[in-house]
């Protein structure tokens, strides 16, 4: 396998498939649309909001990296199971806007950037299934943990296109490859990367929504930006729309497109 893929299913003799790299550029791509309403909406809780629903996208499905053997087959159909990579996404952006943190200055202003990216982390954890995460926990066996791990390089390689293409900084692309050579943690302990997320999340992060209702709006403003493009982002796939597809994309088509001012 010389590609990650964020799709990928045999159907019969064919074969549909989306690179992460296709997926994330799809995504950035629907996401940069300048004077949209989910955008000025967005703008109005923070300036820093395409910065959050920026990093969102480049990081929501980092986790399949690590998924790539996992294949299910019901019928004629094979396919990879995805079922639980945002807990180990989340892991990832948790890490980086540590480092981030980390290699700052921490003034007032960078330092409330830092805590508004906590909505980042909201909304890659809660983009499949939000009412249900609990039931999304991975299961990853060693052999799919194994492969992801030799496809790391292949990871930076995408993430360095986004660099060139302006949609990853420079530093920010350091800090991330960085972590991505060391996740030693996946392969000794996943069990306890599943409790630490989930300690971010309800302890930390849910503590900071029900207390401030700003950031309460900018987590699901965010976490609808990022399931909206998500969805339209990616590529078609066998089978009949479902409602569900067709409410994302009538989402999309009233907030996502330009508003004239």
Known sequence: MSEIYSYWEQYRDKIYSETLYEHILNALSNLNIKHSRIILFGEKLTPRFRDIARLAIIFH??????????????????????????????????????????????????????EEYNATTFSIFYHHHAMGVRGRKPYCSYRSLEKGFSLIDILKKYMDKLRNNNWLKGEEYDILCTILDNLDLLRTDIRLILRNIETVLYENIWREIIKHPNFRRLCLLSLATLIAVDYTSAKKRPGVSTRFSN???????????????
């Open 61 to 114: 499905d980092i986790g399949k990296t690590f998924f790539q053997s996992n294949y299910f087959t019901r019928g004629e159909r094979k396919t990879i199971s995805f079922k639980g990579h945002e807990y180990i996404s989340t892991y990832i952006f948790h890490i980086f806007n540590n480092r981030l943190i980390e290699y700052s200055s921490l003034s007032n202003n960078e330092l409330k950037r830092f």
């Open 247 to 261: 409410i994302i994309k009538d989402f999309y088509n009233y907030y996502f497109i330009k508003v004239i001012l």
